[in-house]
């Protein structure tokens, strides 16, 4: 069975600093995905990572994926307040064109001045 | 474009009783999943439509199904509701393309079961 863990579960931080989110996963995967959950809203697609050395980058978020060492991350860069959301990263452990993702327990981020 | 609509919103429903949610997914996306979200049990998969086909089906109970249209719009069922069914449930669609998925899931923003 596909575990993701995620860590830290909580991390506040404060403005203008830079952080890390890590992601591990269980079983052989190459498809990763990382969303974002604003408090009482739906999940935002952040990042697609599909292969080994993935690196995608949008704003102050950088992803990036090794598959050999099964783990990504979500490297935040400057935070800024508008960042506090709780990420996910899930893990697709379907084939072919089939979806099932196992999601990570999430962290929750929050960013202060 | 429109983006996956759920609906209804919020739902109270009694121990026993059976619900049924609805999805409709972007336009052009044919996979539509469903998953539950609880603050023990975090986001967990329910299963997975293509084509009015179920593809994959999480570890949940006999008492959750569902169900696809010709439309791609889907549907969920919880018969014999418990306490425990409370949750968000998540509808999600996606582009599939040729023999990948390179696309991520959309997701709309749920239905909140309560069941008292």
């Known amino acids: 069975e596909l575990k993701v863990e995620q860590n830290p579960l909580f991390l506040s931080m404060q403005e203008g600093k830079n952080y890390t989110i890590y992601c591990n996963y269980s079983t052989t995967s190459d498809r990763l995905y990382w969303y974002r959950q604003d408090p009482g809203k739906s999940l935002e697609s952040l990042f697609v990572?599909?292969?080994?050395?993935a690196v995608k980058q949008e704003g102050r978020l950088m992803a990036s994926l090794d598959t050999k060492a099964r783990l990504s991350t979500l490297h935040i860069t400057a935070a800024v307040h508008d960042l506090s959301a709780t990420y996910f990263c899930a893990v697709d452990s379907a084939s072919g064109t089939a979806s099932k993702l196992t999601f990570g327990t999430g962290t929750r981020l929050q960013v202060t001045l | 474009k429109a983006g996956v609509t759920q609906t209804p919103r919020y739902l109270i429903k009694t121990r026993g009783q059976q619900v049924t949610l609805s999805c409709s997914p972007i336009s052009g996306h044919r996979s539509v999943s469903w998953y539950q979200q609880t603050p023990g049990q975090g986001l967990q998969f329910l299963f997975e439509y293509f084509s009015e086909t179920q593809r994959n089906k999480g570890n949940f109970p006999g008492r959750f199904s569902g169900r696809q249209f010709s439309n791609s719009r889907s549907e969920m069922n919880v018969s014999t509701l418990e306490l425990g069914d409370s949750a968000l449930y998540l509808c999600?669609?996606?582009?599939?393309?040729?023999?990948?998925?390179?696309?991520?899931?959309?997701f709309g923003n749920g239905t909140r079961l309560t069941v008292t």
């Open positions: 990572l599909l292969s080994n050395g």
């Open positions: 999600a669609s996606s582009l599939v393309s040729g023999t990948g998925r390179y696309s991520p899931l959309h």
